[in-house]
């Protein structure tokens, strides 16, 4: 099990700070155990606290009134989540839940808010986050108001070798069901669009490894891919 202060010292809205530091926030850290499928925090819950994930994965959503799941991000290890409200003192604004066993840890609203006024710069770091979260808010919505699925795949794909640092070859960490959701479409439309894109020669698909066979042709499709543009 990797120890809490290494997770809490290499997470970015802790990033650069003295380690007599980082110990006071491990020590205000709740470490918590879930099973997969597990509801963390329901919207409008009220927002006494965030999470950093230690170990698994979690999906952040909102459901629409006639019941469909729009999954917003996936945050693994090292990622925090939930942090708006510390700032706000409002509610969450959407549902958390496991898509995996997963240790998190949680830090208290009251106790984080002392850190921060003690630690100007803990304050800079999560402002720094926040706004990473908006800009991947603002390049979400502009997937989902104007590209067509297939774009916003082609957009994810190119994301994912980047985040794992691979060229060639990528792994999804979510199921495909939970991929059609965050890409705002259903599963059968997105194995259709695998296996189109499949017979075009832009990825080869096996299991959850998806080989990128022309990045040139995903760049392209992702961002000329428009509403109205891709059939």
Not at 125 to 149: D, G, P, Y
Not at 150 to 174: K, N, V
Request: charged share 25%; net charge neutral.
């Amino acid at each position: 099990m990797t120890r809490d202060l290494d997770i809490i010292s290499s997470a970015l809205i802790f990033e650069g700070l003295p380690e007599q530091h980082l110990e006071q926030i491990k020590n205000v850290s709740v470490s918590e155990n879930y099973p997969k499928g597990k509801i963390i925090f329901m919207e409008q819950d009220e927002g006494n606290g965030f999470y950093l994930v230690a170990e698994g994965r979690v999906k952040i959503f909102k459901v629409s009134p006639s019941g469909k799941e729009q999954i917003l991000h996936v945050f693994g290890p090292g990622e925090p989540f939930g942090e708006v409200p510390v700032f706000s003192g409002r509610r969450f604004p959407a549902n958390a839940e496991t898509i995996r066993k997963s240790r998190l840890l949680f830090f208290p609203r009251t106790a984080f808010l002392g850190m921060i006024t003690s630690h100007p710069s803990l304050a800079l770091n999560m402002l720094a986050v926040l706004s990473m979260r908006l800009r991947q808010f603002t390049q979400q919505i502009e997937n989902l108001s104007l590209k067509e699925v297939p774009a916003r795949l082609a957009a994810y794909l190119l994301y994912l070798s980047t985040e794992q640092e691979s060229e060639d070859s990528i792994t999804l960490d979510i199921s495909k069901g939970q991929l059609a959701s965050l890409l705002g479409t259903i599963p059968e439309t997105l194995s259709r669009i695998l296996n189109r894109m499949n017979k075009q020669g832009l990825i080869e698909t096996k299991d959850r490894t998806i080989r990128l066979l022309n990045r040139e042709g995903l760049e392209s499709l992702s961002i000329d891919g428009k509403k109205n543009e891709v059939t």
